[in-house]
């Protein structure tokens, strides 16, 4: 599964890298970035947790 | 931040808590001492306090266009553009407004509230004292607890199904911090506080859309707060019963009564 950050959206919280720092890492422009193509299954608990915690709801697995 | 001359600051106190505070006989300050405690009173105080506030921007809003500041908030509130349009006086006011009110109400209530639940648990306090370094997970925890906004409310968009509940579109929804941060299904042993408890998915900055535009600054002025605080009175605690502010909006503490040996 693909997972998604919607970049106008983002506002920098960090929650996502929080939940799962495997998949998603805040830089230093205060924005969220997918670190990997496909999210191993073993993962896909943390990045539902990240999903749920996003404070703008700025993420979702793509379909 | 908004540049605001530091002789103003107890107006905006004042007036902060005549809008937020409305409903407290203790801010009806221009109602007469018979006639407060009523729904009238809170109403023309909030008024009062509305009217007062958006006047006294009104005139920071003259000065700033005759003469523009640099990085001053309401001066780039007044240069800023939304698809080639300015924002209108309504809005600026209203920004204005929101900023000094949602900005210094939930913060100063966490830090209030954040001292009374830490001093009515000493060992928790005592294992703050000791290790610093749990000061961020503290927070979150103090945030959890206090939830210094106690409610926001919607209107409902669409129809849908919650958990066997159907809700209408046009319905209209409040939602309750303190209960949503208290569910059991969400947090282990809701009921108790503990400043190292993990994870601590809290909503008292809301979600979504109007997720609050200040948190991060929330929490490094509540950091800042404590470790000056602890820092200089570690021997802090409470003196006496807290007064609480009378309001279903805002988890308030007017008035902490607290002991401690004075620096030297």
């Known amino acids: ?63 | 931040m908004m540049g605001l001359e530091q002789k103003d600051w107890p107006l905006m106190f004042e007036l902060t808590n005549k809008v937020l505070g409305s409903g407290d006989p203790e801010y009806q300050t221009d109602i007469p001492e018979a006639e407060r405690g009523t729904g009238a009173a809170a109403r023309l105080t909030a008024m009062t306090g509305f009217a007062t506030m958006f006047a006294y921007f009104r005139e920071r809003l003259e000065e700033r266009r005759a003469n523009p500041r640099e990085n001053d908030l309401i001066t780039l509130l007044l240069e800023s553009e939304i698809d080639g349009e300015k924002l209108s006086e309504g809005d600026l006011l209203a920004f204005c407004f929101l900023l000094i009110v949602a900005g210094n109400e939930t913060t100063r209530n966490a830090i209030s509230g954040g001292l009374q639940v830490l001093c009515e648990h000493p060992e928790e306090k005592a294992k703050l004292l000791k290790d610093m370094s749990l000061l961020d997970s503290a927070i979150e925890e103090i945030l959890r607890w206090v939830s210094p906004v106690h409610h926001m409310a919607r209107t409902v968009t669409a129809d849908v199904e919650i958990r066997g509940k159907t809700l209408k579109a046009g319905d209209r929804l409040i939602m309750w911090y303190p209960s949503v941060n208290r569910d059991e299904e969400m947090f282990v042993d809701p009921y108790r506080f503990d400043i190292t408890r993990t994870p601590n998915d809290h909503l008292a900055f809301g979600i979504g859309e109007h997720f609050c535009l200040g948190s991060g600054f929330a929490k490094k002025e509540l950091k800042v707060m404590f470790q000056e605080l602890f820092r200089r009175f570690p021997d802090i605690d409470l003196a006496g019963p807290p007064e609480r502010l009378r309001s279903n909006f805002i988890n308030g503490v007017k008035h902490l009564p607290v002991k401690f040996t004075p620096e030297r």
């Open chain 1, 1 to 63: 599964m693909k997972v998604k950050v919607n970049t106008d959206m983002c506002e920098g919280h960090a929650k996502c890298q929080g939940a799962a720092p495997e998949v998603f890492r805040v830089g230093d422009d205060d924005v969220s970035v997918v670190l990997v193509e496909e999210v191993s299954k073993d993962l896909e608990e943390k990045v539902n947790r990240a999903i749920r915690l996003c404070p703008r709801q700025a993420i979702a697995w793509v379909k």
